[in-house]
């Protein structure tokens, strides 16, 4: 029986004998795929370590969101937000945003120290590294999931009646954001893997980004943010799947098929990166 | 039967940068032209950098182990962790089998908070195991780590013990078609150590083994060929004995003399002889062997001590001779100088290289009048290496009756 055999070279690693194309992609590709109970098993150690030795436990990661949404509803009920009429109820709206916000800013927060917290695990195992990306992006998604489970509660209780049409499209147009969660997550791991700069640049461009972007506020068309949002995938991302999920519908698609693709490439390329470059940034992590 | 060889290391050199702001600038640089598909740069050493490996070539085949021997930092574990994948090589070329186990810092990827249980399925899924598969062999690893109750603690209550045991147990399980080992079985009780070794034996059996390993008496045993590692370079290859004295040279070379004591006697020379009465600087385990050495002293010391010591590279004194202990009486007077000679009829310590030290001290052995240490060496040349410092050679009969028939 021939022994499947790996060859290391300056160039990279390659397995014996294959040839073809897209050697590297294909590579990845069948590297995550046979990696995917590596990642639920990341995920799940992430998950419970980070909530023992705590009295609540696994409660924190409901509690958390759950603080967000009582702000916002007090806030509310005691008339200090006054936005301006956004057709539903105010909290419904942000908290809306916010759920898709944080998928985006948890997952890219837990990918930038993926690689770092694994710490001499890296050195010392061979294993397939994306997979701790992609646990460190399950995270966001998990977040997403608990948040959507609170938002429908708040629907609920100011008696919104949704239109299941566009709550269908609207939880479906969350996949965009993930490639792009993923995309850039990829990037952050390994260049925060070797600068730590990023880490602390990451928590400064995310709390930017939450006021620049039009999330917790809707925007007027001709003011100087919304063309600077023109420019901001984030803004498509999650504008588009809130209005689908309030309204039924969103004034404009073209910005979010566009973002939409530029992610699916942003991600197919970072991970090639990633890929490549892992033997190189473990010997520095 | 001649195998194809299930490793081919070719040429193998690894360079790393002792500078952090370089490392990343060349981390930058290398990330780059690896991701647009660019050559290399140059091979050379940019600043800073060094060769922590330099042209390594070997092969090894199913069954074969090797052991890698040297002195801290030669490049040992960089080598490992290129066999591993983990690293890639700047020069050269690796090629191996896809399932390469590694018994290295076993039980890394524990989380501290979450219990032993938890801790085998999250660390069997990082080395590839599915959980059906964990599931099947959870007893298996649990009667080997042998750690009882506390599978259901938290890891980081366990004892740095626990911590191995339960690492290794999980390792243990692969099946790989080459096994590297980084100085595993440095740690864990000597009942836990047999264990290890027999569970090494038996995935060496049908897996080519690389292993480092510091302890002598492990290289000598496991390994088929050894090498020794020298800043980066292979300065030996072959049959473990000669290799493990190729590498207690290396330290001989850096000894230092030093003296210590009052200075009111000295010993101002020392030499090894053979059974021949020449000087030597090895001798063959087992062969007599006389030290000859000259004191000089100022003053009168009654009933002196004069003690020779012998140190292994390990620094562990392995062996003594002392005229108090033979029960010899010396006096010397003040203003001689004498020669000694300390005849010992089998030299029988473990193959290695011994610093000898000599001492002139009183009677009680509190003052010391004069400590050379490390004033010689002699190596002790043998086949194989045991374990114990001291090796009697010893006469052995075998026989189907009860009593020992002399012939």
């Known amino acids: 029986m021939a022994i499947e055999k790996i060859i290391y070279t300056p160039e990279g ?53 759950f603080a967000t949404v009582a702000v916002f509803v007090a806030m509310n009920r005691s008339g200090v937000l006054t936005i301006g009429d956004v057709g539903v109820p105010y909290p419904a709206y942000a908290l809306t945003g916010l759920t898709y916000w944080s998928l985006f800013s948890t997952g890219l927060t837990a990918c930038s120290i993926s690689l770092i917290n694994a710490g001499s695990m890296l050195t010392k195992i061979n294993f397939p590294k994306s997979a701790l990306v992609f646990s460190a992006g399950a995270q966001g998604i998990v977040e997403f999931l608990i948040r959507a489970v609170l938002t429908a509660g708040v629907f609920a209780w100011y008696g919104i009646t949704p239109d299941w049409r566009g709550i269908g499209l609207g939880l479906l147009c969350v996949v965009p954001l993930c490639l792009l969660m993923f995309g850039l997550g990829f990037i952050v791991a390994i260049v925060g893997g070797i600068f730590r700069d990023v880490l602390n640049a990451i928590n400064a461009v995310l709390a930017g980004l939450l006021v620049l972007t039009p999330i917790l506020y809707p925007i007027r068309p001709d003011s100087l943010v919304a063309i600077m949002n023109t420019f901001n995938p984030i803004n498509h991302l999650i504008n588009v799947p809130r209005d689908l999920i309030l309204y039924g519908a969103s004034p404009t698609y073209t910005g979010f098929w566009i973002t939409a693709i530029l992610s699916a490439l942003l991600l197919v390329t970072t991970w090639r990166l990633f890929f490549v470059a892992q033997a190189r940034v473990l010997e520095r992590v | 039967m001649s195998e194809e060889p299930l490793i081919r290391v070719d040429g193998v050199s690894k360079k790393f940068c002792k500078s952090l702001k370089h490392n990343m600038l060349y981390g930058a640089q290398d990330l780059a032209r690896n991701f647009l598909g660019l050559p290399r740069g140059r091979a050379e050493l940019r600043e800073s950098e060094f060769w922590s ?63 032993g249980r938890e801790n085998i399925f999250v660390n069997s899924a990082i080395l590839g195991f599915s959980k059906q598969e964990t599931t099947r062999k959870f007893d298996e690893i649990v009667d080997f780590a042998d750690i009882g109750d506390f599978i259901d603690s938290p890891v980081k209550h366990y004892s740095s013990g626990m911590h191995v045991r339960l690492g290794f147990a999980i390792a243990a399980q692969m099946q790989p078609d080459v096994l590297l080992i980084d100085e595993i079985l440095a740690v864990g009780d000597a009942g ?29 045993r496991l390994s088929t060929r050894t090498m020794v590692l020298d800043h980066g370079k292979t300065s030996f290859h072959g049959h473990p004995a000669e290799a493990i004295a190729h590498y207690h040279r290396l330290f001989d070379n850096q000894m230092r003399p030093t003296r210590q004591g009052l200075g009111s006697a000295c010993i101002h020379s020392l030499q090894v002889l053979d059974a021949a009465g020449c000087p030597v600087r090895s001798i063959v385990q087992g062969q007599g062997l006389t030290v000859r050495f000259g004191v000089r002293t100022d003053v009168a ?58 001492l002139v001290l009183s009677a009680d052995m509190i003052m010391h009048y004069d400590w050379q240490k490390d004033i010689a060496s002699i190596e002790v040349r043998a086949d194989r290496v045991g374990v114990a410092g001291q090796q009697y050679r010893a006469r052995w009969t075998l026989t189907d009756s009860p009593q020992e028939t002399s012939k």
Request: with cysteine; proline share 3%; glycine share 10%.
């Open chain 2, 53 to 115: 490996l330099d042209d390594i070539s070997f092969e090894l085949k199913r069954g074969e182990c090797l052991g890698l021997i040297g002195p801290n930092g030669a490049g040992k574990s960089t080598l490992l962790k290129i066999l591993n994948g983990i690293i890639a090589p700047d020069r050269g070329r690796v090629e191996t089998p896809r399932r390469v186990g590694a018994l290295i810092e076993v039980g890394s990827g524990f989380h501290p908070m979450l219990t």
């Open chain 2, 301 to 358: 010391i009654t009933n002196t001590c004069l003690d020779l010591v012998f140190v292994s590279i390990a620094d562990e004194v392995v062996a003594e001779c002392n005229n108090l202990v033979a029960g010899k009486t010396i006096n010397l007077q003040a203003g001689s100088d004498i020669h000694v000679y300390v005849h010992i009829d089998s030299f029988s310590l473990n193959a290695g290289i011994y610093r000898i030290s000599a």
């Open chain 1, 13 to 65: 690693q390659f397995i014996a004998g294959q040839q073809g194309s897209c050697l590297k992609v294909r590579a990845m590709v069948s590297e995550a795929i046979g990696a995917r109970e590596l990642i639920w098993r990341l995920f799940l150690r992430d998950f419970r370590g980070r909530y023992r030795q705590s009295v609540l436990g696994i409660a924190w990661a409901v509690l958390l969101p």
């Open chain 2, 192 to 220: 836990f150590r047999s264990k290890c070794y027999n569970c090494i034996g038996r995935l060496a059996e049908r897996s080519a083994v690389v292993f480092v390993s510091h302890a002598m008496p492990a290289v000598s």
